[in-house]
């Protein structure tokens, strides 16, 4: 994960100095330098040992000169035939990026070296220890959160630091190709227990020949100890400085202190609490949520308070033990050590050459023999998931609209974590155990690889581990962090529980559960107490006194089929003059959840259910989620209610809220609802319908669904005339056999009128509520907003799409939702364009979040951006979300019939946040789950043919949507079979792919297939050797005509 540096302690103020009073030390030494700085395995070291010497020997004139290899971007013909595993892609070899092909030849001379003397290193390697187990597992990076898996050596093959004659020995002998490739195996941290006022510690028991980090490098591995630019304000322009944080700042010559037989510090120490709180009312110091990049696990982002471009985080050790989620004050470095960006970048993301200078002086070339910029390596961040219709925050860095410098390029600013305010993350990670022979742990390598990597004690494994450590290999462990000091790259932490063989679903599960901090535990007695106990449970009488009795009105439930949490009803009643009585009725919870026992504080801190493909974890008991609450059919339930009386148009006349009593009279799904509304005349009989009220006659309730369609039309009509938005991305479902729960199918869920009824409703009530708690309780009421989308990116979206001729108007959100449904033709791929269109507007969204109204000042930021609506919140899912309970709690309050909210406002606003992280969970899991259940569907009943269309193009790779499935993938240029090469150009910021496959015929000259947005494509789908990952494999272009 990390870069590693060789250099002692010693060198450290020293080193630096050299590299500036040395102006004309040629580039090869920075270059090699660079590569030194990087790796710290036993294989690595062993081949710059020897090529050092060989390099050496040769200059001594008894030998060769070592040639450059070609760059063009040719496929070697052993790699046509089948995929290869060593793509050049971004985080393929490292956290650090190809930058040029002539960095790529270096990279390749390497991996030829290496393999000439495999059989030699093999035999001075530990005993026991694979070379599979060193490199690891290699993992899908489209479906996976991992960045590519790095083939590291494990810590058993570390070797020592090289002395200081060593390293200037090599640097002396260095050949004259320049590469900035990280080819080696980045290291992963440990994870940080760390306090605010964290003070250094002693040495670990850690082996004593691990080489330590003493501070980041550039994405470029330069070993900033070692290799400082010649000045801050070089103005030579094909020269740029060094990102890396500075030697000589007072942090680092506090680190940097000690005795010479002292570990070497690999973390800064944290600021006091104190220094952080004048830090940030100063300005000094920034605090935000750290976003940690899945593909490229050594890129992160704090959000900007300014709203500008995101704050870049350049590595591990700039991150000082945080991890994905926490949050974190960070301080700016300075400008010199700023990433540079070129302003003509997509709004998607950019190639590594544009994203990740080259910050060591190093001259910028044309390559003679082949591409240049156009070869750069691709921005894993092309193309980030966004499922729900509201908002995925983006995990790509913002662009900025400032005045580019003259040769167009822009700065964004690089920081480092100082203090870490609250650890979201769950210091909890599934992932494998690996045995280190003569040492008293073994290594835990996480599946998520933005966790670092963890020592666990011997006595902490399975009791035969340490002699049958090959029973072991599949096994899928949880692992939970226990502490990660300053001078250590790795943490230390204890086994949590034996899961069970990967690739099986439920120890699969339950580790995704366990990683995203999940409560799947039984509830305890102390909770069950809160319930009632007598059961058959009824209503009160004394209850039946203070509640709207609806019991006989026509109710009934839309729910999906396979819904046991029936959490709203619908009602809808003709009125003599023409108008309509509508009502929607939602579960009582909080009569059941009463504020502050045992049963609202696993509910608060669960604050949501979390919905899987097999199954669902409750917030509530179930005897409360599936019974009591839940709004079953020919049963008595109390509920508060929201009624309209309303015009055949959907203008409203008047409104109640209030407690209630129902009776629903039927459990309709979306499917019986659907056959309502499309056959409005036809009589349905008992036998088409589940078991109804016979009190009200199907033909009543047929013609109640046809009223609340007729409504539900209008509303949405007003609201999208209004100016309101919705991106629907294709949502994943799943047929299970009943007996084993494993997929027998799959399809594309229907987005239908039935759903599209009930919606309307459910925001009627939810706007209607906000409005109302807001009246009341100004200072307390529990909202929902949803800021506008990332300015700078819109702007770059929609200069993409103007290129590419597409008329889209990104400058509200009716503007946008009207051009997503006018301006993409009228064919069978419309559709697919939609989608994938859908997806890029998806990228600039930010996510919806709750809030107390007494903390946010300004009412215009109470906005809704998507809904546009002034105020929002949920009030209609008590049985599943907690906000929702709250609102109840508040509108209970205000209509005198509950009691008075026992929260302040920054209670409130605790809560708010506990919501908005368990839903951003909650999201994620039910994501996995999904990718869970498609890579054992493809594993057993693949491969699957399906046309896709380009989502986004890279340089060395392009994005599509599987439009059978709609599953996205990446595909690598170098991994299609019977490519023999492939160019890639960029004109503005449209990006194209030629690819030219080889001919079938020998006779026949190559065919070239050009790959661009919206290109339709062939793909086969096939399950991959690591389990329930998968690929998507481009077919020949003779086979789907493009």
């Known amino acids: ?140 990076t489209t479906t996976s959160q991992d960045g590519d898996i790095e083939s590291g050596e494990e810590l058993s093959s570390f070797k020592t630091n090289e002395s200081k004659k060593q390293q200037k020995q090599q640097k002396k002998n260095k050949d004259s190709t320049e590469t900035d490739v990280a080819v080696g195996h980045p290291q992963s941290p440990k994870k940080g227990g760390a306090s605010g006022q964290e003070r250094e510690k002693g040495p ?38 060094s990102r890396a944080p500075s030697a000589s700042s007072p942090a680092d010559k506090r680190k940097n202190k000690g005795s010479r037989g002292a570990k070497k510090q690999v973390f800064e120490l944290y600021m006091t609490h104190e220094e952080v709180s004048h830090g940030l009312k100063r300005g000094e110091l920034i605090q935000g949520q750290l976003r940690i990049n899945p593909k490229k696990y050594h890129e992160a982002f704090v959000p900007s308070p300014d709203d500008a471009r995101d704050i870049f985080l350049d590595g591990i050790v700039v991150r000082n033990r945080a991890l994905n989620g926490d949050i974190v004050v960070v301080q700016i470095l300075p400008q010199d050590q700023w990433k540079v960006v070129r302003s003509d970048t997509d709004c998607e993301g950019t190639s590594d050459l544009e994203n990740h200078r080259d910050n060591t002086a190093q001259t910028k070339r044309v390559q003679a023999s082949g591409p240049s910029e156009d070869q750069c390596s691709d921005q894993e961040e092309l193309i980030r998931k966004a499922q729900s219709t509201t908002l995925a925050d983006s995990g790509a860095p913002l662009e900025d609209p400032s005045t580019p410098r003259s040769n167009g390029e822009i700065l964004q600013k690089t920081a480092k974590v100082v203090y870490i305010v609250e650890k979201k993350h769950s210091r909890a990670v599934t992932g494998f155990l690996k045995f280190l022979p003569d040492k008293p742990f073994a290594m835990f390598s996480p599946v998520d690889h933005r966790v670092p990597r963890i020592n666990v004690p011997l006595a902490d494994c399975p009791e035969n581990f340490a002699s049958r450590s090959g029973d072991y290999t599949n096994t899928l462990f949880i692992c939970r962090i226990t502490d990660w000091a300053v001078d250590s790259n790795f943490a230390e932490g204890q086994l949590a529980k034996t899961l069970g063989q990967a690739g099986e679903i439920e120890p699969e599960t339950e580790g995704i559960l366990t990683e995203y901090d999940v409560d799947s535990s039984e509830f305890s007695d102390e909770v069950l107490d809160c319930l009632p106990n007598n059961l058959p449970w009824t209503i009160p009488p004394e209850e039946m006194t203070k509640r709207r009795d609806l019991r006989n009105e026509c109710i009934f439930t839309i729910d999906p089929s396979t819904a046991r949490d029936l959490d709203d009803a ?290 215009q930021l109470f906005k809704h951006y998507a809904l546009n609506v002034p105020l929002y919140t949920h009030f209609t899912s008590p049985i599943r979300r907690y906000a929702d309970i709250i609102v109840h709690r508040l509108l209970a309050s205000s209509l005198k019939c509950g009691p008075h909210l026992g929260l302040s406002t920054e209670q409130v606003q605790k809560q708010a946040s506990q919501c908005n992280d368990k839903k951003t969970l909650s999201k994620r899991v039910q994501e996995l789950s999904s990718e869970l259940f498609f890579g054992v569907f493809v594993k057993e009943c693949g491969p699957l043919d399906s046309e896709a269309m380009v989502m986004g193009v890279l340089d060395q790779s392009f994005d599509v949507l599987v439009l059978r499935y709609g599953v996205q993938k990446r595909i690598y240029c170098k991994s299609i079979a019977g490519l023999d090469s492939f160019h890639h150009r960029k004109v503005g910021k449209k990006s194209e792919l030629t690819l030219v496959w080889i001919p079938e015929d020998n006779g026949k000259p190559p065919v070239e297939q050009v790959i661009s947005l919206f290109s339709l494509v062939e793909v086969q789908l096939k399950a991959d050797s690591a389990p329930m990952k998968y690929s998507a494999v481009l077919k020949r272009t003779e086979d789907n005509g493009s």
């Open 204 to 241: 670990k028991s850690k082996r004593k020949d691990q080489p330590k980090h003493q501070e980041e490098a550039s994405n470029c591995g330069v070993d900033t100890q070692m290799l400082r630019p010649k000045s801050p304000h070089a103005k030579d322009k094909k020269t740029q400085q």
């Open 570 to 859: 619908l009602s809808c009643k003709q009125l003599p003059d023409g108008n309509f009585e509508v009502g929607v009725h939602i579960a009582d919870v909080s009569y059941f959840v009463e504020e502050g026992n045992a049963l609202d504080a696993i509910a608060s801190q669960r604050a949501t259910s979390v919905y899987l493909v097999q199954k669902v974890i409750p917030m509530l008991p179930r005897l409360l989620c599936e019974e009591l609450c839940s709004l079953n059919p020919l049963t008595d339930r109390l509920t508060f209610s929201v009624i309209w009386k309303i015009t055949p148009e959907g203008k409203i006349l008047s409104e109640w809220f209030g407690r209630s009593v129902i009776r629903s009279c039927v459990k309709l799904s979306y499917d019986h609802a659907q056959s309502m509304i499309e056959a409005p005349e036809k009589m349905f009989s008992a036998e088409e319908l589940p078991p109804t009220d016979p009190e009200h006659p199907i033909d009543e309730i047929h013609q109640a669904v046809l009223n609340l369609h007729s409504i539900a039309k209008n509303l949405r009509a007003q609201r999208f005339s209004g100016g309101a938005l919705r991106l629907d991305q294709l949502k994943l479902s799943f047929t299970l056999d009943k007996e084993t729960m494993m997929p027998q199918g799959c399809f594309i869920y229907q987005y239908r009128d039935s759903n599209k009824l009930v919606e309307e409703f459910m925001l009627l009530a939810n706007i209607a509520t906000a409005n109302h708690i807001y009246r009341k309780f100004p200072e307390l009421a529990m909202l929902r907003r949803h800021p506008p989308p990332k300015a700078k990116m819109v702007d770059e979206l929609q200069e993409l799409c103007d290129q590419l001729g597409i008329p889209i108007d990104l400058s509200s959100a009716g503007a946008l939702h009207k051009s997503l449904n006018t301006v993409l033709g009228d064919d069978e791929y419309t559709a697919a364009r939609k989608e994938v269109l859908t997806h890029m507007c998806s990228r600039p969204m930010q996510m919806a979040l709750y809030f107390c109204s007494g903390v946010v000042k300004d009412e």
């Open 1 to 140: 994960m990390e870069p590693s540096k060789h250099t002692k302690k010693g060198n450290l103020n020293r080193e630096p100095k050299r590299s500036q009073n040395q102006p004309s030390t040629p580039r090869q030494k920075d270059a090699y330098a660079r590569l030194l700085s990087q790796h710290s395995s036993s294989k690595f070291s062993q081949y710059l040992e020897q090529y050092a010497k060989d390099t050496s020997f040769q200059r001594e004139g008894n030998g060769p000169s070592t040639q450059s290899l070609s760059d063009r971007v040719n496929i070697p013909q052993q790699k046509r035939d089948q995929a290869p595993f060593d793509f050049s892609d971004s985080s393929d070899f490292s956290p650090s990026s190809l930058k040029n092909k002539g960095e790529e030849s270096s990279l390749s001379l390497y991996m030829e070296k290496l393999s000439v003397r495999n059989a030699q290193q093999d035999g001075e390697r530990k005993q026991g220890v694979s070379d599979r187990q060193r490199r690891g597992q290699r993992r899908d």
